[in-house]
Structure formats: structure tokens, C-alpha cells
């Protein structure tokens, strides 16, 4: 996998996936010019001997607490080991890979003051696999990621710990051992380090890169379960969705059509289907799920803006020596989106779970109850449609709201905050729920489709079937199912499901 050059301002969304999925990152070249220029701005504003926030300052509430120059790099350093502060799991590596590389692009653009030396610290230890050890709770969103990338900076000073592969050491030691020494932190370093969105934007983009992941297999998924339940493809016409015009919907539909174009259980019964209507969750799958990758696009606008963005405080505008206090650490537009994506993805798994509800109901579905040829002696995927119900109820607990939840900080200085950390963070557990629900729908879905033989669905869902029966035979008589379960998961979870559909274009985020 080759690097991604990290343009500041200019990153893809494709490249931010990349560095999620492993890949490296390095900054443009170009980017030394403004990272130069703006270090040598503070260097100026401190010469003129003025109160500036941050740089000779205290922070938050202590902002009026002046500073004397001969601790200046005492006050940076406390600034990191005191607000590295975090509590619980550390976050997953390749979220804090993305957070390293979130950060590096937003301080390369040249606005917040920090030197050449520690850009290059930044970048090396992203190159060389440093990942620090960052827990997962303890932001509010706003004055920014202040715990979080707190714990990161404390590692850029050989403080806290660092993964190495999977090996857990010293930061010290994690630095030496890959030839780079600890950071002394300049004047509004450390401040510009641990200030900003980048922890929050990292974990709200891993949740839109899974909830798009999501949104496609459940596409293949709830295709397949129209063809075990005998559904009609007529919800799917373009006219009806031209008629309404929201272009998610439109190209739901379209890719619904096309999984199952030629299939020939479905020509098996165009003409002796004496059923008028199928039920919600197979009929208003273009309408459902249409509508979650329109507001799905729309958290992606917002998070590429981001993610592009300037988030610390002050900052440093080189061409007039000014460092402007504002608020760009706030992190409302990234909770907005948290939420936005929490929603999409809890309704995208209740449908499957609907989906699956009506497989295991002879009344509504046609086939044998609960998707076994004996029933009564087995209980075939009676419990495993209850788990899926479990599922989507925790991820419906889980759709409140982040934003709206905040609560003041700092002695009421900072007293409205984003809780876009938190929103954001909850998303990737809501995901991986909806992952598994869509994995027991893939189980169910082929099981019924079974019963149709020696008929046959289209091209692109006969190669979902034979990926998963290549793991998972028929359900003929009960067995352990857990084993089963969980090979359907990762199949989803790997993208192996849409990549096996692939002859079919499936609608995205980007």
C-alpha cells in the first residue's frame, strides 16, 4: 500500500480511509514554507513582550496568570502532563494512527506556531509504526481533544507509552529504539499539540468508513433476503423513485435492481405470485436505506471539511505576527455528524433485523419456520433472530443524541461543550452491532434462498452464497451455531460480502 502524501488542507476522504485501513502518510514537501514561517511568528510575538494566551499564559481560567520567559518550556511540558488525564481502554491503534495523521496535517498548514523539529517527530513516528497508548474516555469535545491528544504529546516527550506492533513499552524506550529522541517543547507547542478536533474527527471517520461498509453489505444482504422470501422487485422501478427525487433512495434502488436482475427465483414466481405487497422491511428498503446514505453523505461533507480544518487556539497568522484566540476547538460540527451516523446506522440494522423476523416466520415468508426442515425437533434460527433483536435494541439505546448532552467544564470557562469524543466513540461499538445483525441476515438469507433449489438467484448473490457456504454449510439439523455466527461476521466485516457482489456498483459515501 503505497504512502498518501498529505497535502495540507487538501486531503482526500479516499486518503483518510487509506491511512485507517494501514497506510502511510507523509507530509507534501511544500508544507515547510508555512510550518517555518509561522514558528518564526511566535518567536516574534514573544519578543514584543505582550500577554498572548497559550504562548505566556496560563490556560483556560488561569489565562490571566502571565508567565515569565524563564518558564516558558516548564509551562508547555506541564501543560501536557497535566491534562493527560484519560481513563479507560486505550483506543484502537489504527484510530490513533488516523488521529497522528489528522493532527500533522492541521499542524502543517501553519497556523499554530510549532517548529520544524516537532513536525518531524510527528511524522516519523507515524512512519515508523509509534503509536501512543491513548485512552479512550475523557474528552468533551471541546476546548478540543485536550485528554486525549494530551497522551499523544506526552509521548512526543518520552512520557506515557507507546504500541510497537503489539508490544506495549516505555515511550522513552518506544522513541530510542527507533533511533528518535523526546521533543522540548517551544513556547505554544505544547498547547497547539493537545488542542484540536483530531481525536474526535479520527473516531467519527472510522465509524463513517464502517457505517459505509455497513450500508453496501446490507444492500447485498437485504437483496438476498428478498429472493428467499419470493419478494417482488417492483418497489424497485425507477419511476417510483424518480417521482420522489432523493438521490440516495434513487441509487438504492438501482443497485437493489441489479443484484437481483436475472435472477431465477424471482422469474419463478412473476406470474403465480398471488401476494399484492411485501412487507416494509423488503418493500421501503430504497426509501430506508436510501435516506441513511443521503445523511451518511452529508457527515462525510462535513468531516472532510473537517478533517482539512484548523482546530487549535490560539492562532498564529504569520503575515501580520497575530495570535487570535477563537474557538475553532469546538467540536460541534463533528458531534452533528457522530449523530447524523448514529442513526443511519441504528436504522439500518433494525431493518435487517425486520428482514431476518420475517425469514423465520412461516406466515410471512413462505418457507419452513425458522429456516429448518425439521421444526420442532430443531429450533434452527429461532435464538439467532434474537440476538439480532438484542443487537439492534442496545444500538437504539445508543442513538440518543451526544450532542445535545453538555455539561461546563473549567470553572464554567468553557461552558458549552460538544461531547462529539464520546459521540463519536459510541458509533464504532453501534457499527459493530449492525455488522453482526447483517451477518445472522446473511446466514438466514442463504439458508432460505436453499430451500429454493435447484433454483438459482443472480450472478452477483449466487457468489455471496458460495463465499459463505465456502465457511458455513446448510442448516439441515441444529448444531453449535456460534461458529456459524461468527464466520458470517467477518465475512461482512472483512468486505469480503461486497467484494463477492462486486459485479454489481454499489452506492458509497464519497
Known amino acids: ?23 502511510g502518510a507523509r507530509l507534501d514537501p511544500a508544507s515547510a514554507s508555512p510550518i517555518s514561517a509561522s514558528a518564526a511568528a511566535v518567536e516574534r510575538i514573544l519578543a514584543r513582550g505582550e500577554p498572548v494566551y497559550g504562548i505566556n499564559t496560563g490556560f483556560g481560567k488561569l489565562a490571566s496568570v502571565r508567565i515569565e520567559a524563564a518558564d516558558l518550556e516548564t509551562l508547555q511540558r506541564n501543560i501536557v502532563l497535566s491534562h493527560a488525564a484519560g481513563v479507560g481502554e486505550p483506543s484502537p491503534v489504527a484510530v490513533i494512527r488516523l488521529m497522528l495523521a489528522l493532527k500533522l496535517a492541521s499542524l502543517a498548514q501553519g ?3 510549532v517548529r520544524p523539529a516537532t513536525i518531524t517527530l510527528l511524522e516519523a513516528m507515524l512512519a515508523r509504526g509509534l503509536t501512543p497508548v491513548v485512552p479512550a474516555q475523557g474528552s468533551v469535545g471541546a476546548s478540543g481533544d485536550l485528554a486525549p491528544l494530551a497522551h499523544m ?16 513499552q516505555p515511550a522513552a524506550q518506544a522513541l530510542a529504539e527507533a533511533g528518535l529522541a523526546p521533543l522540548t517543547l517551544g513556547p505554544k507547542e505544547g498547547l497547539a499539540l493537545l488542542n484540536g478536533t483530531q481525536f474526535s474527527t479520527a473516531n467519527a471517520l472510522a465509524a ?22 419470493k419478494g417482488s422487485d417492483t418497489p424497485f422501478d425507477p419511476r417510483i423513485h424518480a417521482l420522489r427525487g432523493h438521490a440516495g433512495q434513487i441509487e438504492t434502488a438501482r443497485a437493489l435492481r441489479g443484484l437481483m436482475a436475472g435472477s431465477a427465483i424471482r422469474n419463478s414466481h412473476l406470474k403465480d405470485d398471488e401476494r ?15 435516506a441513511a446514505l443521503d445523511i451518511l453523505r452529508q457527515a462525510a461533507t462535513t468531516l472532510a471539511t473537517e478533517a482539512n480544518g484548523v482546530t487549535d487556539n490560539p492562532l498564529i497568522f504569520a503575515d501580520s505576527d497575530e495570535a487570535l484566540s477563537g474557538g475553532n ?16 446506522v441504528c436504522e439500518i440494522g433494525s431493518l435487517a433485523e425486520r428482514r431476518i423476523a420475517m425469514l423465520v416466520d412461516p406466515a410471512l415468508s413462505g418457507l419452513p419456520a425458522f429456516l429448518t426442515p425439521k421444526p420442532g425437533l430443531n429450533s434452527g434460527f429461532m435464538i439467532a433472530q434474537v440476538t439480532a433483536a438484542a443487537l439492534v435494541s442496545e444500538n437504539k439505546q445508543r442513538a440518543y443524541p451526544a450532542s445535545v448532552d453538555s455539561i461546563p467544564t473549567s470553572a464554567n470557562q468553557e461552558d458549552h ?24 441476515e446473511l446466514l ?47 465475512l461482512v466485516r472483512s468486505g469480503a460480502v461486497i467484494a463477492a457482489a462486486a459485479d454489481v456498483p454499489l452506492p458509497g459515501v464519497a
Open 444 to 490: 438466514a438469507a442463504a439458508q432460505g434462498c436453499d430451500f429454493h433449489g435447484p433454483l438459482t438467484c443472480c450472478p452477483a448473490l449466487e457468489a455471496t452464497r458460495t463465499l459463505l457456504r465456502a465457511e458455513v454449510p446448510h442448516l439441515t439439523d441444529d448444531r453449535h451455531f456460534h461458529p456459524d455466527i461468527a464466520a458470517a461476521i467477518a
Open 276 to 290: 399484492v405487497q411485501d412487507p416494509y422491511c423488503l418493500r421501503c428498503q430504497p426509501q430506508v436505506m436510501g
Open 417 to 440: 461543550v460538544s461531547m462529539a469524543a464520546h459521540g463519536a466513540r459510541r458509533v464504532l461499538a453501534m457499527v459493530e452491532n449492525a455488522i453482526a445483525v447483517i451477518g445472522i
Open 329 to 344: 476547538f469546538h467540536a460541534e460540527p463533528v458531534a452533528f455528524a457522530a449523530d447524523i451516523i448514529a442513526l443511519a
Open 1 to 23: 500500500m503505497n504512502d498518501v502524501i498529505l497535502r495540507p488542507g487538501k486531503v482526500h476522504l479516499a486518503d483518510w480511509r487509506a491511512i485507517y485501513a494501514g497506510a
Open 153 to 168: 504529546a506526552a509521548t512526543m516527550i518520552g512520557v506515557g507509552e507507546i504500541f510497537v506492533g503489539e508490544a506495549r
Open 111 to 113: 497556523a499554530s506556531g
Open 208 to 229: 463513517l468508513f464502517g457505517a459505509e461498509r455497513l450500508y453496501r453489505s446490507a444492500l447485498v444482504t437485504g437483496a438476498l433476503s428478498t429472493e428467499a422470501a
